[in-house]
């Protein structure tokens, strides 16, 4: 990214650029900055959009030799091509003498290093992989969209955020943007503010997977968390989660036999009315001294983890399957 933010200031660009990775949001935008850049994006007559695994290599050379109108370049933005992961020979060789006044943006889910293609796009241009961003980068990311806003956060409501609304860049800022317009007038984000208005996807999939689970549906709640960790979770921060959940499923339990009601409920653990209804709901699949064996189960499990005596991802699954049997 570094690299690609270099060619942009300095205005001296590579011939061919290849976006890939997971992280879908900052390929966009690095896509929409090269555009840009490349003063081209409003010249329909030089500027072409193809996308999709249909395009035929042939009419792409044909256009590329074709030369530019009034202009001193032609710029191609593929996108989704599959010529990283599939052999596409002539394209590939066509890299290596492009004529001087095209340029090719590829944006691409993932790449093939060993293809031809890969190799080559890399010999006149740059290869660039998006990936998800560590906790680190999101956490800058967000308090400057904040500072922007003259808005403020804490650590601890920093993490409740990236908790509740996942890593994938987009999400967080589509999100944060409903964060800053809810809170006007106010100098500082709350807790209650983010538990409020952000729609959390990792909270409501670890939900789902502990209604799977108290519902005795082994298999709905392996394939949660195989769903979790497809999408780069970490097995210990599930497990963490998972335990917050039952914790909070025998909080609802033992006030509801001590004759507290779901409002009530839903005001002493901080959550929204339907919360605690759906806590309530789970809460009957146990007993309270087997929801105490549960929480214990989870403690345990997170200091095997850590000290190296059980893997991170095999406890969530031992878990899973043990108090679905229960």
């Known amino acids: 990214m570094d690299s690609i933010r270099k060619d942009i200031k300095e205005g001296n660009f590579k011939q061919v650029y ?30 072409h959009v193809f996308e999709g695994k249909n395009i035929v290599p042939e009419q792409l050379i044909d256009l590329c030799e074709t030369m530019p109108f009034f202009s001193d370049r032609r710029v191609l933005l593929l996108e989704n091509t599959g010529f990283f992961k599939n052999k596409c020979e002539e394209f590939a060789e066509y890299l290596k003498v492009l004529p001087e006044y095209v340029y090719i943006i590829f ?27 560590k906790e680190e980068y999101l956490t800058r990311r967000v308090l400057e969209k904040l500072q922007q806003n003259n808005l403020k956060i804490t650590k601890q409501n920093m993490e409740l955020f990236l908790a509740m609304v996942g890593s994938d860049l987009g999400n967080i800022m589509m999100e944060l943007e409903k964060l800053i317009g809810y809170v006007q007038g106010r100098n500082e984000i709350r807790a209650e503010d983010i538990q409020m208005i952000c729609v959390s996807q990792l909270s409501n999939k670890i939900f789902d997977m502990v209604r799977a689970v ?57 959550v929204p009315n339907f919360a605690a209804s759906n806590l309530l709901k789970c809460s009957r699949a ?13 403690a345990d499990s997170e200091e095997a983890v850590k000290s190296g005596r059980l893997d991170e991802r095999l406890s969530v699954e031992l878990l899973i399957v043990k108090y679905c049997r229960a």
């Open 107 to 133: 944006v691409e889910d993932s790449v093939d290093g060993k293809l031809k293609m890969t190799r080559n796009a890399k010999t006149v241009g740059r290869v660039v992989e998006f990936s998800t961003q």
């Open 18 to 47: 290849v976006l890939y990775g997971e992280e879908a949001y900052l390929k966009q935008v690095y896509k929409r900055s090269l555009i840009k850049a490349l003063g081209i994006e409003e010249d329909t007559m030089n500027y």
């Open 214 to 270: 108290t519902e005795r549906n082994q298999k709905q709640a392996l394939e949660l968390y195989s769903d979790l960790l497809a999408r780069q979770e970490k097995p210990m921060l599930i497990l963490f989660l998972l335990g917050r959940q039952f914790r909070q499923i025998l909080l609802a339990k033992k006030m509801g036999l001590e004759g507290a009601g779901q409002r009530e409920i839903s005001a002493k653990l901080g």
């Open 286 to 298: 146990y007993s309270v001294e087997k929801l105490e064996e549960a929480i214990a189960d989870f």
